[in-house]
């Protein structure tokens, strides 16, 4: 059993930066995928970054790509997701989500394991 706990949401202007966290614990094992999404009232949960096991390899969503900037700590068992520029259109709740395959992958029916969520208001 894998647990995710996500931190670091709040209020911000428009403009403003957040960093999320993502706390992972339990049986993870190697070679993971570590992803964050985002639903916004009334949306689906949509796509909008994942960082390979190695670190090396990084996907974002078209609408975060600039802005937004994912990175994993191993040794602490850490996921961040570094939000810039943020945007109204932003406010959502954010989940961290672990992906068992190596392969970086946008698709969350590939994440098996789900935080509870922190969630981020972006007041314009």
């Known amino acids: 059993q894998v647990q995710l706990t996500e931190s670091g949401g709040g209020l911000v202007q428009a403009g403003g930066s957040l960093r999320l966290s993502c706390a992972a614990s339990?049986?993870?094992?190697?070679?993971?995928?570590m992803g964050w999404f985002r639903q916004a009232p009334g949306k689906e949960r949509e796509f909008a970054a994942a960082?390979?096991?190695?670190?090396?390899?990084?996907k974002y969503a078209d609408s975060v790509k600039g802005r937004f900037t994912i990175s994993r700590d191993d040794a602490k068992n850490m996921v961040y997701l570094q939000m810039n520029s943020l945007e109204p259109e932003d406010t959502a709740v954010y989940y961290c989500?672990?992906?068992?395959?190596?392969?970086?992958?946008?698709?969350?029916?590939?994440?098996?394991?789900w935080g509870q969520g922190t969630q981020v208001t972006v007041s314009s």
């Open positions: 960082i390979s096991w190695s670190g090396r390899i990084t």
């Open positions: 339990g049986r993870i094992g190697n070679g993971y995928t």
């Open positions: 989500a672990v992906d068992p395959g190596w392969e970086v992958r946008a698709d969350r029916k590939n994440y098996d394991f």
